[in-house]
């Protein structure tokens, strides 16, 4: 047993690609073991910008001896009607140096087929990866270039091959390149060439050529490095994971160079200062103890020994260029101001044939006043003037910058603080794309529970018109295709309702939208609703909720959210009782006696003779005010201990009472009964959906 190691060499490798690609060359490697049967241990993986490696470890350095069985011609074809084998059957066997003797017989779903079993040697591993693994290289990219008349396609061209089973070379040949033991270290090493020896030295043999092959490593290495650097200021590193793993992906060798900037430009938003820095110079910003940005910023070299100094002041002229022309643009968008900027919004469309920007404006005006009316504690006058400036600056000079778009609502809210709104309204125009925000120092993200209630209701009621708009344009998600993402929005909106235990009904809400559009259509209304509905089921199988309880749930409950999720949970907890099983059985008999049947109204009393049903009768017109009631309050877990008290009732009418009588007017009155004891339990949930223990059930996919 020994280790087996790939590496590709590659020119530089977009970052973005590196992960994915590495994981991919290891599955495929992976695959070529498993499939010939080659025995082998666990996988390592190494990545650079220049390299993508694969170690598995205790490889069988030969295919051990196996029998195989190869399949011939049919039955009929193979023998005549003497039973004499045919020339098929003859010449299946010679090819594979056997006699007809040797035939076996097989019933297979397409009839009888012969077949022969045939031992096979010992291969060597080298040997089969030589000749199958050049094959699985192809791997996959969303961009890959060709660079040789050979026509392989590759993210970058592949510069150099080395394949190793233990100390032996295996030399395989891809991309017009053969697999040696050589690597290359550093490009800026005075020798970057470096000699392989076995796979056990890779790492410490590309390290003293100042490349950190592992990935994880390479992370370590960096953060470490980060927080030094940052410590020489007094602060500590601004929380950036997403630059920290661009970084990782973009040196082999990080080297920090600490930079500054003028303190003028700590007045620009915070969004805007470490926007600048990680996307035009991928630096890392720097904050104080406190949180607060000072002027500093880390950037990370993949030059080992150069001039750190003259490093240093290149990024830091480049950087106040760029912070320069932030500061220009913010003070631009201030000192017009976001309400001058209503009347541009006129000028630029939304959605095609959905209206302009001003008219979603009107809408999300219009939808939160809805909203409003239906929550208690809300700030009207608040809620209506974040509604109206909640798209303007998408009109801003700095939004308007390619790379600052990701800051819309961010700077809204600033300009809107800066401009003398109140803290409220500027809070909730800078939320209002929740969760997709910009959080400013080392703070975490605010969670859907941290909303002021003007913000959540902002941000349910653009989410709210994107998908209604989107849907009545055309725009709806099918398969994997969601480009609007649709669906990440709907269950947003689940979760702000839920978080703030609203109890919102997301159908009258869709249908209210759908209104304030210049045109309407019923069939689009319908697939809306359906979407919605949907994204309530994924919604509480988020919740680790079982499958059968959220059939039986949102088949009553789905319009409300919060509702749903109240009883889900407390139809869980009510599953571990003893007298579940027998409860769910009762109504799952209930429910298949009236199938199929339409409400016919009350039973007449004076019918109801047998003491069982007028037992029964009593007790679900004693109960049912009380169930109204505490299904109002969302008191579920009590609404079921109220309903288990029909339980004996319902058995017993079951065991004494004949509800299929032979009398018309009897079985119909007794049919009344039961729809009316079954329109209680409805009221909370549908049970006769629930599967109960034991009985297989098939999983439920929520798109």
Not at 124 to 149: C, D, G, N, S, Y
Request: charged share 25%; proline share 6%; aromatic share 8%.
């Amino acid at each position: 047993m020994k280790p087996l190691l790939l590496e590709l060499g590659c020119e530089e490798l977009p970052p973005t690609v590196i992960p994915e690609a590495t994981i991919e060359l290891a599955t495929r490697m992976l695959k070529v073991l498993d499939n010939e049967g080659i025995p082998h241990g666990g996988t390592r993986y190494f990545c650079t910008p220049r390299r993508l490696a694969i170690r598995v470890d205790d490889v069988a350095t030969e295919r051990p001896p196996r029998e195989v069985e190869i399949i011939g011609p049919p039955r009929h074809a193979a023998f005549d009607a003497f039973g004499q084998p045919t020339s098929a059957a003859i010449g299946f066997v010679k090819t594979h140096n056997r006699n007809p003797a040797d035939l076996l017989i097989r019933q297979t779903e397409k009839g009888e087929y012969v077949y022969l079993r045939l031992e096979k040697p010992p291969i060597r591993t080298a040997e089969i990866l030589r000749k199958v693994l050049p094959q699985q290289l192809h791997l996959q990219f969303a961009r890959p270039m060709r660079w040789q008349e050979e026509g392989t396609y590759f993210a970058r061209p592949i510069r150099w091959l080395l394949c190793l089973l233990g100390e032996e070379v295996v030399p395989i040949e891809f991309a017009g390149l053969i697999a040696n033991n050589l690597t290359f270290g550093h490009r800026n090493c005075v020798s970057s060439r470096c000699v392989i020896h076995t796979p056990d030295e890779y790492e410490t043999v590309l390290a003293e050529h100042l490349v950190i092959a592992s990935p994880q490593s390479r992370r370590r290495t960096l953060i470490a490095a980060l927080n030094v650097t940052a410590e020489q200021v007094g602060g500590k590193l601004y929380h950036d994971p997403s630059l920290v793993e661009e970084t990782v992906n973009t040196v082999e060798w990080p080297v920090p160079v600490l930079g500054q900037f003028d303190n003028s430009y700590l007045q620009l938003p915070p969004a805007v200062l470490v926007t600048t820095l990680r996307r035009h110079q991928r630096c890392f910003a720097v904050v104080s103890t406190g949180g607060r940005l000072i002027p500093f910023f880390i950037a990370v070299s993949n030059t080992p020994n150069c001039n750190r100094r003259q490093v240093k002041v290149w990024y830091e002229k480049a950087v106040d260029s760029r912070l320069r022309d932030a500061q220009f643009f913010v003070e631009a968008d201030l000192n017009l101001g976001l309400e001058p900027l209503l009347e541009q919004e006129k000028r630029v469309i939304w959605l095609e044939g959905m209206g302009t920007l001003f008219d979603k404006t009107q809408r999300i005006r219009q939808l939160c006043s809805y909203l409003a009316q239906q929550v208690p504690a809300v700030d009207v006058q608040v809620l209506d003037r974040a509604a109206l400036l909640c798209k303007a600056d998408l009109l801003t000079q700095v939004v308007r910058e390619k790379e600052f778009a990701s800051l819309q609502g961010e700077m809204g809210g600033f300009y809107a603080k800066m401009l003398g709104e109140p803290a409220e309204v500027s809070t909730a125009i800078s939320m209002q794309y929740w969760p997709e925000h910009f959080t400013a120092g080392i703070e975490k993200p605010k969670t859907a529970s941290d909303l002021a209630p003007e913000a959540r209701l902002l941000a349910i009621a653009d989410k709210t018109d994107n998908i209604v708009g989107s849907f009545l344009a055309g725009f709806v998600p099918s398969g994997s295709e969601d480009p609007l993402g649709l669906r990440r929005q709907g269950i947003d909106i689940l979760r702000l309702i839920q978080s703030g235990n609203m109890f919102l009904n997301v159908e009258a809400l869709a249908n209210f939208a759908s209104g304030l559009f210049p045109r309407s259509d019923h069939v689009v209304m319908l697939r809306i609703l359906d979407f919605f509905r949907e994204r309530v089921l994924a919604f509480l199988a988020e919740a680790n909720i079982e499958h059968d309880i959220v059939e039986a749930v949102t088949s009553v409950h789905w319009q409300t959210p919060t509702a749903a999720l109240a009883c889900a949970r407390a139809l869980n907890q009510f599953r571990t009782r003893p007298e579940f099983e027998r409860l769910i059985i009762g109504q799952k008999r209930v429910a298949n006696i009236l199938k199929g049947m339409q409400d016919t109204g009350l039973p007449e009393e004076h019918l109801l003779t047998e003491p069982a049903e007028v037992a029964l009768w009593q007790q679900a017109l004693r109960i049912r005010p009380e169930v109204d009631r505490l299904v109002d309050a969302c008191a579920y877990s009590a609404t079921f201990d109220l309903l288990l008290e029909l339980r004996p009732a319902i058995d017993k009418l079951f065991d004494e009472v004949l509800v299929m009588s032979d009398d018309l007017r009897t079985r119909e009155n007794r049919l009344r009964l039961l729809q009316y004891v079954r329109a209680i339990f409805m009221k909370v949930a549908d049970l006769s959906r629930i599967v109960i223990q034991n009985t297989p059930t098939k999983p439920r996919t929520c798109n």
